[in-house]
Antibody, heavy 115, light 107 residues
Framework: EVQLVESGGGLVQPGRSMKLSCAASGFTFSNYGMAWVRQAPTKGLEWVATISYDGSSTYYRDSVKGRFTISRDNAKSTLYLQMNSLRSEDTATYYC????????WGQGVMVTVSS | DIQMTQSPSSLPASLGDRVTITCRASQDIGNYLRWFQQKPGKSPRLMIYGATNLAAGVPSRFSGSRSGSDYSLTINSLESEDMAIYYCLQHNEYPPTFGGGTKLELK
């Protein structure tokens, strides 16, 4: 069964950092691009970042450029999102998904940025 | 950025109804359009890809269509399990953009 499991969320103060992980199983992780999508409380879906299958190409939405870094470890079948200089507007549930296919999605992890 | 204008934002309907949700793209996106279903507290589920193709495991009462820059998701004979929020997504170019969502609820 193809599965994605996010971890690493929680409460963080504005300006601080947090790193999310997404553990993949049930498919050959190194063959697929991957993406992070977020959803603020009671709001819609918003793409955050995408990484190519080999990590050589990355893409970000403008509001997170220079603050967030998407990366992957194909040996560990794990996707990451390093989030620095966090702002209150980054508060959201963060989902990982298989890029291009846009499925499946993980269960999501909540990130709350607040003092 | 490509804007995806989704309508309606709310859609009251009765069981057995046929309903249609539409997304209009601000630029050409070809058939790089997907539809997702999201139930409360759950992650999104892919329903339609390539504008018209049913994703694996999706009931055949769901269908997708395209007319120019308008993309539609139709549900025939609505069932209670279909009550959810539906989102469209264009992934023709970066940044990928979602529609604002349509909340399908019982009338």
């Amino acid at each position: 069964e193809v599965q994605l499991v996010e971890s690493g969320g929680g409460l963080v103060q504005p300006g601080r950092s947090m790193k999310l992980s997404c553990a993949a199983s049930g498919f050959t992780f190194s063959n697929y691009g991957m993406a992070w999508v977020r959803q603020a409380p009671t709001k819609g879906l918003e793409w955050v970042a995408t990484i190519s299958y080999d990590g050589s190409s990355t893409y970000y939405r403008d509001s997170v450029k220079g603050r967030f870094t998407i990366s992957r470890d194909n040996a560990k079948s794990t996707l990451y999102l390093q989030m620095n200089s966090l702002r209150s507007e980054d508060t959201a549930t963060y989902y990982c998904t298989r890029g291009l296919q846009w499925c499946p999605w993980g269960q999501g992890v909540m990130v709350t940025v607040s003092s | 950025d490509i804007q995806m204008t989704q309508s309606p934002s709310s859609l009251p309907a009765s069981l057995g109804d046929r309903v249609t949700i539409t997304c209009r793209a601000s630029q050409d996106i070809g058939n790089y359009l997907r539809w997702f279903q999201q139930k409360p507290g759950k992650s999104p589920r892919l329903m339609i890809y390539g504008a018209t193709n049913l994703a694996a495991g999706v009931p055949s009462r769901f269908s997708g269509s395209r007319s120019g820059s308008d993309y539609s998701l139709t549900i025939n004979s609505l069932e209670s399990e279909d009550m959810a929020i539906y989102y469209c997504l264009q992934h023709n170019e970066y940044p990928p953009t979602f529609g604002g969502g349509t909340k399908l609820e019982l009338k």
